[in-house]
């Protein structure tokens, strides 16, 4: 149980494109999830709160307008890296929170690798 | 800023032998604590968790030990094997910032056969 895909795994784009990722938890519902950015070699940086219903919560230094995300249902997250640079080129990796069950626990997708050329 | 660090960037271990990964982390007020396992191109895999009421916690195979005096939490894997072979996050929650993660830098376990 608790599983949660990201697709596509891998998205190769050119420079001034739009990206979009999706988060899914596949066998639970997810009031929350959190969108990460990590580069190679590095720890994994939060990027936003993704809340289904309202508008996601962003850290510090993170562009909202660049990196849209839309919480449309209770299984969906998707983040949308808008007129993609070469500097956007990462490992993005989503999770999700189970609503149902008491728990601090987060689920993490596979990641999407995203070059941007 | 809060941050949670590692001391030791790569650990190289002899199959069978015992792991033992490190991780400082500077928030008093975080709650919640988790390790995390990372192979190259995954996404992180949950091992442990421990709450700061608690200052161990066993798994298989896996123990965890917070010491929040000194604000400083380890993993220990026994016997550790090739499949063990990754790296290894330490992360922090505090659950009225939100439930957010802060990780840490990340150490690299190299299993030598």
């Known amino acids: 149980g608790a599983v949660v895909s990201q697709h596509p795994s891998r998205v190769i784009c050119k420079s001034g494109t739009s990206v979009k990722i999706e988060c899914r938890s596949l066998?639970?519902?997810?009031?929350?999830m959190f969108w990460y950015r990590q580069f190679p070699k590095q720890s994994l940086m939060l990027m936003a709160t993704?809340?289904?219903?309202?508008?996601?919560?962003?850290e510090q230094g993170v562009e909202k307008d660049k990196f849209l995300i839309n919480h449309a249902s209770l299984t969906l997250s998707t983040l949308t890296v808008t007129s993609a640079h070469p500097e956007d080129s990462s490992f993005y990796i989503c999770?999700?929170?189970?609503?149902?069950?008491?728990?601090?626990?987060?689920?993490f997708g596979p990641g999407t690798r995203l070059t941007v050329l | 800023g809060e941050s949670v660090g590692l001391h030791l960037p790569t650990l190289s271990v002899q199959e069978g032998d015992n792991s033992i990964i490190n991780c400082a982390y500077s928030?008093?007020?975080?709650?919640?604590f988790i390790w995390y396992k990372q192979e190259s191109g995954k996404g992180p895999q949950f091992i442990i968790d421990?709450?700061?009421?608690?200052d161990k916690r066993q798994g298989q195979r896996v123990t965890v030990l917070l010491n929040k005096t000194v604000k400083h939490l380890s993993l220990q894997i026994a016997a550790t094997q090739p499949g063990d072979s990754a790296v290894y996050f330490c992360?922090?929650?505090?659950?009225?910032?939100?439930?957010?993660?802060?990780f840490g830098g990340g150490t690299r376990v190299l299993v030598k056969p």
């Open positions: 066998d639970f519902q997810a009031t929350t």
């Open positions: 992360a922090e929650n505090n659950q009225a910032a939100g439930n957010k993660l802060t």
């Open positions: 999770s999700a929170e189970p609503r149902a069950i008491a728990t601090d626990t987060q689920y």
């Open positions: 928030n008093s007020a975080s709650d919640y």
């Open positions: 993704s809340n289904e219903g309202s508008k996601a919560t962003y």
């Open positions: 421990i709450r700061s009421n608690m």
